[in-house]
Each structure stands twice: as structure tokens, then as C-alpha cells.
């Protein structure tokens, strides 16, 4: 499932096996759509220029790919070799991981790189990203966003405390707009300790769900598994690879990991020349607010995911010093016209075609001088 890429020396794996949006395969394909529309424009220039010649496929994991780093560290001879071959972006990372280190400390005053990745917005009330204070942070993925596209625009210096430079943000954002249209990356659920949902905002001693990652998936006629998938996971994986196709478990490795090449390509090339709807921005809107626009259209979305299941089994359980609610979100047979795996690859298919466009066509704003320019790519909004 995981393919090996050789950006450094000793063919270190690019993929990070920690929890992540989309994962591998949802990454590359939206960093292919967005490296096919931007494909011999100047934004598509300048894009290679920051990136020392990676494209956007490439460098779309390297934000998870880092937190390999945070056991052994930035200056172990191992770490050294990841991306060796491009030495300045190597270094970059390396200083953005060393001021951005990880913390189990959630009041510490310097942000782990980790918390970058997404929201935990309460479901229940119907809230916005901007309705509330649960869940939300300083720095959280839309506040991240955001100063990555300050940086970008060079509204925020590249000797900047948290050490984003232009290469930096550029990465950072070809994996965040994957991680912000994954449901689960900004909505959350929180229970009272008797296992109901409630509003945290509302009720104190909340249990977060820790976006889904403390509850397991029961679908109904699923494969048989040794244990059911964790909520997140599924949405990160399962969901995804749904849309390409399913490969006999005895298929050689190497023919294996050819046939998915294939398809990621045929896929990736279909989703970047048809237009995806409703994924325009209002013309009148800022760029630094597209973060939070798209969170408040994905919020919807992650209500329906969880709202097509049942809740089984809630109970509170210590996690790393922390009490989170644990148990099961189950789909019974027939409740609903479409199954749920249906449903979530089809709505995960649709948010990495509508997020691959919206990558290159922020890309083109940010980064193409004039609207003269700005007109090579198609679909770019006026």
C-alpha cells in the first residue's frame, strides 16, 4: 500500500505511518490534480522554483513524514539523510521541526508540529469554525493555513518565529488543503461520561473523541478484520482506497504496488480535467479566509458521517494522561438507501478532486504577478 520514494540517500520512506489525512494515496492524488493545473503556467514555474524541483505529489506527505523525526530527533545521522538530495529544503525542515518540536504539554507556549494538522469542532449546536472556542487553537489547521499563505504572500517574513519559509509554507499547504476536506481533520464528537453526545460548550468535563481516533468502525456486510478500524483511520484510508481497484491479497508486491501506480494515474488525470462543482471560493473573499471557508463547508459533512451511525459502547478511558471517550460508531443494516462505505468513498473522492483544484488555483493567487497570467490556468477564479 505504501509506495517507497526515493528523496534521499539510503531510500528512506517518504510515507509516515502515524495517523494522517487521506494518507498516502489521497495526498499524491491531490498533489497530481494540483501539479496537472498548474502544469506550464507561471504559478507552475514558481511552484518548482520553491520546491528545488519537487512538485506538489512529492512534497504532499512530507508534513507527516516529519513526525518520523520526533523520536530520534532532527540530528540523528538517520534524519540527516531524508531529503539529502535537495540539502536547502532538508535544512528548512529541519528548522521548522526544531521550533515546532513535539509536546504532550497543550499549554505549552510553543506549538508542536503536530497540533498544524487539524480542528476538533464540536458536531453538536451546528456551530461554525468561528461559533466557538472548543476545539479551536492558535494553532490549529486553519490558523496555520492562514500564515502560510501570509508567508507566501510575503506578508509575514521567512525569519518568522515558527521558521515557515516560502518553501515551507508551500509544502505545508500542499498537504494541509488535503487534510482540511477530510471531515474528520475538523469536526469532532464529545460525550459526558454516561456515553451521550453533548455540546462541550455547554457542558463542562466534555470527553473528546480525539477526531475519531478513540472510536472504532462497525459497518455492516464489511470485510472480516482481527479488529475493527478506528474511526479516523477509515476515513484516512479505507474510504480512499474504495475508489481504486481491489487487488487480490496473493498478488505479487511489485505488481501490486504497478496496478495502483496505474491507477492513481488514470484517476488523478480524469479528476484534474473535469471540473469538480461548487468548489469556487466567492471572488470577494480574502485568500487568507479560504481556510476557514472551506472548514465551515466540511463541517456539514463530518455531522452526516457521524450521524449515519450509531454510538455503542461510550466510555471513558485515560489515554497518554488524558480521558477521552472510547467505544463504537456502528451502521445497521438497511437504515439508510446508500451503505456507508458507498457514501464515504464517494464523498472522499469528491473532496480531494474539489481540493486539488483549490490547491492550484490558491497557488496561481498567490504566486502569479498579474491576472494576465493568472488567466493560462483554466477554472481560475476572477
Not at 505549552?108 to 479551536?136: C, E, M, Q
Amino acid at each position: 500500500m505504501h509506495k517507497v520514494l526515493s528523496l534521499a540517500a539510503g531510500c528512506i520512506c517518504l510515507f509516515a505511518l502515524a495517523a494522517r489525512a487521506y494518507g498516502p494515496e489521497g495526498h499524491k492524488i491531490i498533489g497530481a490534480i494540483a501539479d496537472q493545473r498548474l502544469a506550464r503556467t507561471l504559478a507552475g514555474a514558481r511552484v518548482s522554483e520553491l520546491l528545488d524541483g519537487y512538485t506538489l505529489e512529492e512534497v504532499s506527505m512530507i508534513a507527516d513524514t516529519i513526525k518520523q523525526w520526533d523520536k530520534p530527533g532532527v540530528e540523528g545521522p538517520n534524519v540527516q539523510r531524508y531529503f539529502s538530495s535537495h540539502p536547502l529544503i532538508a535544512e528548512q525542515l529541519r528548522e521548522f521541526w526544531k521550533a515546532n518540536p513535539p509536546t504532550d504539554d497543550l499549554n505549552s507556549p510553543v506549538p508542536s508540529h503536530h497540533w498544524f494538522h487539524y480542528t476538533d469542532v464540536p458536531l453538536a449546536g451546528n456551530a461554525d469554525y468561528a461559533g466557538g472556542k472548543t476545539g479551536r487553537s492558535p494553532w490549529d489547521i486553519v490558523h496555520m493555513m492562514r500564515y502560510c499563505i501570509e508567508v507566501l504572500a510575503g506578508n509575514i517574513p521567512a525569519s518568522n518565529e515558527r521558521k515557515i519559509t516560502q518553501p515551507i509554507a508551500l509544502i505545508l499547504l500542499a498537504h494541509y488543503v488535503g487534510d482540511i476536506h477530510q471531515p474528520l481533520h475538523v469536526g469532532a464528537e464529545y460525550f459526558d461520561r454516561k456515553g451521550k453526545p453533548v455540546n462541550p460548550d455547554k457542558i463542562s468535563a466534555a470527553l473528546p473523541d480525539e477526531g475519531g481516533n478513540s472510536l472504532r468502525l462497525k459497518l455492516a456486510g464489511g470485510f472480516p478484520r482481527k479488529r475493527d478500524p478506528k474511526f479516523h483511520g477509515y476515513w484516512d484510508a479505507d474510504a480512499v482506497l474504495a475508489n481504486l481497484p481491489l487487488l487480490p491479497a496473493t498478488m505479487p508486491k511489485e505488481l501490486r504496488q504497478q496496478k495502483t501506480d496505474l491507477a492513481l494515474k488514470s484517476l488523478t488525470s480524469r479528476l484534474a480535467k473535469v471540473e469538480p462543482t461548487h468548489w469556487q471560493m466567492s471572488p470577494t473573499l480574502p485568500l487568507e479566509d479560504y481556510p476557514e471557508g472551506w472548514a465551515n463547508e466540511i463541517l456539514p459533512i463530518a455531522r452526516e458521517a457521524y450521524g449515519r451511525l450509531h454510538y455503542q459502547n461510550i466510555a471513558p478511558r485515560l489515554d497518554n494522561g488524558k480521558l477521552v471517550a472510547e467505544g463504537e460508531l456502528v451502521e445497521k443494516p438497511g437504515e439508510h438507501e446508500m451503505p456507508y462505505a458507498k457514501w464515504a468513498a464517494d464523498t472522499v473522492l469528491d473532496e480531494m478532486h474539489k481540493a486539488g483544484w483549490r490547491l492550484a488555483d490558491l497557488l496561481v493567487k498567490l504566486l502569479t504577478p498579474n491576472e494576465k497570467a493568472r488567466s493560462q490556468i483554466a477554472g481560475a477564479a476572477p
